[in-house]
């Protein structure tokens, strides 16, 4: 089993940044990647970015030169640095992690709204 806790949402201006948190705790040696998807009301849960164990990452276009993924190991701890925020960006984020059994664990969901 894996536990996530999202942090770091909150409500923010057109233009503005926020970076989200993501600790993860319990089994963690299984996770093969981690990720940040978003859901906006109405609209399917879609893919933000993603993170290996290695460092790669990869971006949805709609983000691509405005968000960063980034991991501290250490810490178990993903990061989600957003900048140059858009209304559009308005959803409920949610942190998942991949394991290697093919297993999905995902933390409980944290608001981000962008005023226009």
């Known amino acids: 089993q894996v536990q996530l806790v999202e942090s770091g949402g909150g409500l923010v201006q057109a233009g503005g940044s926020l970076r989200l948190s993501c600790a993860a705790s319990?089994?963690?040696?299984?996770?093969?990647?981690m990720a940040w998807y978003r859901q906006a009301p109405g609209k399917q849960r879609e893919l933000v970015a993603t993170?290996?164990?290695?460092?790669?990452?990869n971006y949805a276009d709609s983000v691509k030169g405005r968000f960063s993924i980034s991991r501290d190991n250490a810490q178990n701890t993903v990061l989600l640095q957003m900048t140059s925020l858009k209304p559009e960006d308005t959803a409920v984020y949610y942190c998942?992690?991949?394991?290697?059994?093919?297993?999905?664990?995902w933390g409980q969901g944290t608001q981000v709204t962008v005023s226009s």
């Open positions: 998942n992690a991949h394991a290697a059994t093919f297993l999905d664990y």
């Open positions: 319990g089994n963690i040696i299984s996770i093969s990647f």
């Open positions: 993170i290996t164990r290695a460092g790669t990452t």
